[in-house]
Each structure stands twice: as C-alpha cells, then as structure tokens.
C-alpha cells in the first residue's frame, strides 16, 4: 500500500505494527486498513493472492474491530461494482467517545 497511513501514525505518535501475513488475534485490538490499500488490485491485503475475504469476515465474526480509511472510488467501482460520485465529499461528524467503535482509542 502507499504507506499514507502509517505516515500519518508515526506524525501523530500513534503505536501501531504492520500487518503481516496473517489477521492479529481479534481480541487483541483494532485492525486498521490503510489508505489505498486496497488499490492494489486485491480484495483485501492480507494474503491478498489467495483470500477470498473469508480470513477478514472470521476476525470480525470473533470480535476482531476493523478501522477502514478512505480507499480509492476506482476501487470500489472496478472491485465491488459500485458506482461512486465523482464528488468526493468531506464531512466531519461528531463522535461519542464512549461508543464501543472507538473503545481503547486514544
């Protein structure tokens, strides 16, 4: 992936390991899909060549959390067969710091 992610991670102090060949353990944090990663022409990076997305549906299934950033609308479209705007609109909603989808985030 284009590594805009960890970029913005490392500037901001935020811990973080890459993700290897295999899913982290779903109870052992939030798994964070960087931006464009999926660019790449794969479903999903993580054993990218031979996942059908099955690996990523078991983690989230076990309780595993999945923080997806901004990917490319080509993507989505060449991909899922979405069709996207070519707006891309940037809004900024306030959030409960509380809610469970941001739990153990600092």
């Known amino acids: 992936?284009?590594?805009?992610?960890?970029?913005?991670?490392?500037?901001?102090?935020?811990?973080?390991?890459?993700?290897?060949d295999k899913l982290?353990?779903?109870k052992g944090g939030v798994l964070v899909i960087g931006?464009?990663?999926?660019?790449?022409?794969?479903l999903f990076p993580v054993a990218a060549a031979t996942?059908?997305?099955?690996?990523?549906q078991d983690f989230?299934?076990?309780g595993g959390r999945v923080l997806v950033m901004s990917q490319s609308p080509e993507w989505f479209r060449?991909?899922?067969?979405?069709?996207?705007s070519r707006v891309i609109n940037r809004r900024?909603?306030?959030?409960d710091p509380a809610h469970p989808v941001v739990a153990?985030?600092?």
């Open 1 to 20: 992936p284009a590594g805009r992610t960890t970029d913005l991670f490392k500037s901001l102090g935020i811990a973080f390991a890459p993700l290897g």
């Open 24 to 26: 982290p353990d779903p």
């Open 35 to 42: 931006r464009e990663a999926f660019s790449g022409g794969h």
């Open 51 to 56: 996942d059908d997305g099955s690996a990523l």
């Open 60 to 62: 989230v299934n076990a």
């Open 78 to 84: 060449d991909q899922l067969g979405l069709r996207v």
């Open 92 to 95: 900024v909603f306030a959030f």
């Open 104 to 106: 153990g985030l600092d």
